[in-house]
């Protein structure tokens, strides 16, 4: 998969942990593990949305396209 | 009026008692086969529908279990007819009956094979289906 996410780069930009970011999202603390360990195969918009929401961020700053 | 009828083909049962040994036994593996492939299905059957019932369907093991299914019954579909004509051949051999001349047959049905098929093509849809869950579990 070429498509890699920085959440963890992002939170730590935030100062906010993954179990925070869990509760204000309503996504899993395993769901956003699983995102940030890039083993997600697939995201949904209404996720993209809630993440930039709460992390006051763009998609772009989240996702990153490495060519392999 | 009819014509005097004319016996174009018949098939009809051999039965007799036998002291031999190994008639015996061979006659017993058949039943003992038979009865560990009735086992295999009811278990692999069993799991199926556990895992169906425990909200699974599309776990992979569901499509692997239908292919064994499929195997089995494409196997039973070929070695019955062959295990039966092969009996009868040997037996034939050793027994002896005065006036009638008998062959053994080799008599087989395409319905175990029809069967292998739909299970062949349950089990695809059910390995599709496990893709799919697996893609949609790792969908957040």
């Known amino acids: 998969m070429a498509i890699y996410t920085n959440l963890d780069v992002v939170l730590a930009q935030r100062r906010m942990s993954l179990t925070e970011l869990s509760e204000r999202v309503g996504i899993t603390l395993a769901n956003l593990s699983i995102l940030k360990t890039n083993k997600a195969k697939a995201v949904r918009f209404s996720t993209l949305e809630a993440l930039c929401r709460e992390l006051g961020c763009q998609p772009g700053d989240l996702l990153e396209y490495r060519p392999e | ?140």
Not at chain 2, 30 to 57: D, W
Not at chain 2, 84 to 100: D, K, N, P, S, Y
Not at chain 2, 109 to 115: E, G
Not at chain 2, 128 to 137: D, I, K, Q, T
């Open chain 2, 1 to 140: 009026m009819l014509s005097r009828p004319a016996l174009v083909d018949g098939s009809a049962q051999l039965r007799f008692k036998t002291s031999r040994r190994p008639l015996a036994v061979a006659t017993s593996a058949g039943g003992m086969f038979a009865l560990v492939a009735v086992a295999l299905c009811v278990e692999l059957l069993r799991g199926v529908i556990a895992r169906v019932l425990e909200g699974r369907p599309f776990d992979p093991a569901n499509a692997r279990a239908l292919h064994r299914l499929g195997a089995l019954a494409a196997g039973i579909g070929i070695g019955v007819p062959a295990a039966e004509f092969l009996m009868a051949r040997w037996v034939l051999g050793i027994v002896q009956v005065q006036g009638i001349a008998l062959a053994p047959a080799l008599r087989g049905s395409l319905t175990p094979f029809l069967v292998a098929l739909l299970l062949e093509g349950l089990a695809a849809v059910f390995r599709h289906g496990a893709e799919l869950e697996a893609e949609r579990s790792l969908t957040i």
